[in-house]
């Protein structure tokens, strides 16, 4: 094991390196483009060995990664923000066809307006495209679930693709300390891909067929348990990670000084270090903040969270993210959760990052201050207001 | 030469049992490639016809390994499983794509455009029945000029389809592949050897073959074959092929036979007025005029 100053997209790159992809299909896009060069040269020189296609599209991209998993390789593809969006179509079919191709997402704004800052609109806007989708907190996070999601996406319990989202600029082009797993810790991890669902001489297959309406509802039934699945999977697959690598995750969600908390913060991604921070410095002033970070927003961790939240006074939901006519989508997710569970506290949605403005510890002091005293439902960081007045920002 | 290719034929069938309308030349031309390639063919349909007559589970017709690729990946897929299966250790296949006329000029030609960039080794076969059959007889860039579709209506203003067929083969060569073909299912032996020779070539290789459609065309489903066969005597289609920078021009009609005859006998065609018969004719000559000057002839 070594230890590099790497930014987020090198760190993921360093993963998907330990997991020797069989086919990498790419094109660029900022701020995902690191992560391909990366690659690029790692397949220049030697240390992988993957057939890499310099395809002509996002949609061409995710479209030979289907292909190659088709045959039975290993394929990884990685993208962010309108190219996500372009590959829109072949998310689906990747999902429905059960193919478990690995992707980086660099989450980022979504136009119009242009931008190519960081927000969470592009993957929150494909919640219902069958991927199993993980937010990485920083660089060795990162690295790790390069690793660990192909041995979720690959369990035949599972068998479904898994998007890795790592914050646009703040993630991927951050620079971290990272522990380097040695190859042998890798292999001994995760074994060569195995799987029926692929192209065979001995046994012709016909794949990614039509199903009229007596079986297309169980073919969808059936992606819908195998993401289910991924919840023990999941915990499975972090246990074994441990053993390994000496570094133990907390399964689909993190939650920080929640046990005995009046106010929790809901959120994702990068930003939960500075909400955990702002939640220490509360607690000094005798204020019980707690934290919640989701990282896994498919499958939803819907009862993990409603017992996070169950003894907390009041709660808020952070994101780089809005549903227009509605909220954020993942206050909508989280609502939802505690309903089920019949837990009936008063809870807060704080919109904030879009475009990559930035979120300051003094926001976050004054979301766990709203979260106390009471305020709108959804609230726009900067702007105020629930988004049906005028706007001061 | 024709009965011999037929006798050298595979009796072996890897397309059977499918809904196709009668007299589809598009499976015609989709049974014949794969009796050529065999069994370790690897074949890529987007949807379209052949994918949606072919594919409806459990009805599964396809006897070697075929799979469904989105409209638009065609050939981004056959690039993604040609990887794969090279990657995996594999070298006794042949990844092949059949695509329809809109798959392939239109939503796919970005793909196919890629694909023959990289010089991937695959086969693709644009079977070519000039409209979007699949979705109800609808314009597709390669639906011939004066041809009435169901978004082409021929009224008294507008006499069907305005625009000429776009130029896929002289655009697939025009990327340098190593190899491109015309072909019609009316001249099968034509068709069968620009396929066996296609799978001989490593790299990219592009057949377009005209597959007539008896549904959309408004013939009998008996002609599909022999209007297959006229449009290239009539001079609207030619059969030739690039290899190696050189256009090469594999039939030569000693005289055309009547352009008029030709579409009057379709339903499409039907409406066409002496001038609109006229520019079908002026532009088969300056086509023609342009196969002399630039193709070789053997």
């Given amino acids: 094991m070594s230890k590099r100053f790497l930014s987020g997209n090198e760190a993921f790159a360093e993963g998907i390196r330990l997991a020797k992809p069989d086919v990498i299909s790419a094109y660029p896009i900022t701020p995902q483009t690191i992560v391909v060069e990366r690659l690029s040269e790692m397949v220049e020189d030697g240390s992988l060995k993957s057939e890499f296609i310099h395809v002509e599209s996002e949609h061409s991209a995710l479209s030979c990664a289907i292909g190659a998993s088709a045959s039975g390789a290993r394929a990884f593809t990685a993208t962010s923000s309108q190219g996500l969006l372009y590959m829109a179509e072949c998310l689906y079919y990747a999902s429905g066809g059960r193919f478990p191709i690995v992707m980086m997402n660099a989450d980022r704004s979504t136009a119009l307006p242009w931008n190519i800052y960081g927000d969470q609109r592009d993957s929150l806007s494909q919640l219902d495209s069958g991927w199993i989708q993980v937010y990485a907190e920083n660089a060795q996070e990162a690295l790790d679930l390069a690793l660990m999601s192909w041995r979720i996406a690959e ?100 939650s920080y000084r929640t046990e005995d908390a009046d106010y929790i913060l809901v959120t994702l991604g990068s930003i939960a270090g500075l909400c955990r921070e702002t939640a220490d410095r509360l607690r000094e002033q005798g204020i019980r903040a707690g934290v919640v970070r989701i990282r896994y927003m498919r499958p939803f961790p819907n009862a993990e969270i409603a017992a996070a939240l169950q003894n907390a006074k009041a709660f808020g939901v952070l994101e780089k993210d809005v549903s227009f006519g509605n909220e954020g989508t993942v206050y909508t997710n989280v609502n939802s959760a505690l309903q089920k569970a019949g837990v009936r506290i008063p809870g807060y949605n704080f919109i904030g990052g879009l475009g990559g403005r930035n979120i300051s510890a003094g926001d976050i002091a004054q979301m766990f201050a709203d979260i106390q005293d009471g305020t709108e439902h959804v609230n726009f960081i900067g702007i105020g207001g629930d988004g049906n007045g005028e706007s001061n920002g | 030469m024709a009965n011999q290719t037929a006798e050298k034929l595979s009796r072996d069938e890897y397309f059977y049992g499918h809904k196709a309308c009668a007299g589809c030349g598009g499976a015609l031309a989709v049974r014949a490639a794969l009796k050529v390639l065999g069994q370790n063919a690897v074949s890529v349909l987007p949807a379209g016809c052949m994918s949606a007559v072919g594919f409806n589970f459990p009805q599964l017709c396809f006897s070697n390994n075929s799979i469904i690729s989105t409209f638009a990946g065609t050939a981004s897929m056959l690039t993604g499983i040609e990887a794969g299966l090279r990657a995996r250790g594999y070298s006794d296949f042949t990844a092949v794509g059949f695509a329809g006329d809109g798959g392939t000029a239109d939503i796919g030609i970005q793909a196919l455009s890629g694909a023959i960039d990289r010089n991937d080794n ?58 491109a073909a015309t072909a019609s299912v009316g001249y099968l032996a034509d068709f069968i050897k620009k396929v066996e020779k296609a799978a001989q070539i490593k790299g990219t290789k592009y057949i377009h073959v005209i597959a007539p459609c008896p549904t959309g065309w408004g013939i009998a489903t008996d002609e599909t074959v022999e209007i297959a066969k006229e449009v290239v005597d009539c001079g609207l289609w030619y059969l030739a092929e690039y290899e190696n920078g050189t256009f090469t021009l594999n039939h030569k009609p000693k005289d055309f036979t009547s352009v008029e005859a030709y579409l009057k006998k379709q339903g499409r065609f039907k409406h066409l007025d002496l001038d609109d018969i006229k520019t079908v004719i002026e532009s088969r000559d300056k086509k023609w005029a342009f196969i002399e000057k630039n193709f070789t002839y053997q």
């Fill in chain 1, 155 to 254: 369990d035949s319990r599972v068998s479904t693709p898994v998007m890795v989202n790592l914050d646009g600029f703040v993630l991927t082009h951050t620079y971290e300390t990272v522990e380097i797993p040695e190859q042998a810790q890798a292999d001994r991890f995760l074994p060569p891909y195995v799987t029926g669902n692929r192209i065979d001489f001995d046994n012709p297959k016909n794949m990614a067929f039509s199903a009229g309406p007596d079986t297309n509802f169980v073919f969808k039934y059936k992606a819908h348990a195998g993401m289910l699945a991924a919840k023990d999977v999941v915990a499975e697959t972090e246990d074994a990670f441990a053993e390994i690598f000496g570094r133990q995750y907390s399964g689909l969600l993190d």
């Fill in chain 2, 122 to 179: 695959i086969i693709y076969i644009c079977y070519d029945n000039e409209a979007y059959m699949n979705t109800g007889i609808q314009k597709s860039g390669l639906t011939p000029f004066g041809a009435r579709t169901t978004t082409t209506p021929a009224g008294a203003n507008i006499h069907g389809n305005l625009r000429p067929k776009k130029n896929m083969f002289e655009i697939a060569a025009a990327h340098d592949i190593p190899y």
